[in-house]
């Protein structure tokens, strides 16, 4: 039987993050990964991994939490083909579409009170 692990391991930690170091910048940016704060997280993860004064594993690991913050070039092109569809089968249906035979709506007869 297939069994597979749980994204967060026993510290609450995501598993992927194990072998990332235990400095505080880093220990900040995966709570905020875990907590779903995905704005810090590209925020200071940023600036991170792009300081000069951090050791290249301090770096590595904010480049990795950045990264997984950023959406599925798929899932992205996927969204824009649906868009797509939908404006062009509005359009076609709002310049080709009639109403069914028969179902006109009935004009009103004038009424023939006295």
């Given at each position: 039987m297939l069994t597979l692990s749980p994204p967060m391991g026993v510290d609450g930690r995501p598993n992927f993050t194990?072998?990332?170091?235990?400095?505080?910048?880093?220990?900040?940016?995966?709570?905020?990964?875990?907590?779903?704060?995905?704005?810090?997280?590209?925020?200071?993860?940023?600036?991170?991994?792009?300081?000069?004064?951090?050791?290249?594993?301090?770096?590595?690991?904010?480049?990795?939490?950045?990264?997984?913050?950023?959406?599925?070039?798929?899932?992205?092109?996927?969204l824009v083909i649906a868009g797509t569809l939908l404006v062009a089968m509005t359009a076609y249906w709002v310049g080709h579409g009639q109403a069914p035979p028969g179902h006109a709506p009935a004009s009103a007869a004038p009424s023939s009170s006295s």
């Open positions: 194990k072998d990332f170091p235990r400095v505080p910048g880093v220990d900040g940016l995966v709570d905020a990964f875990a907590r779903g704060d995905y704005a810090y997280v590209r925020g200071e993860g940023r600036r991170l991994a792009g300081s000069d004064g951090e050791p290249e594993e301090v770096r590595k690991a904010a480049r990795i939490l950045v990264e997984r913050t950023q959406p599925d070039p798929l899932a992205v092109w996927l």
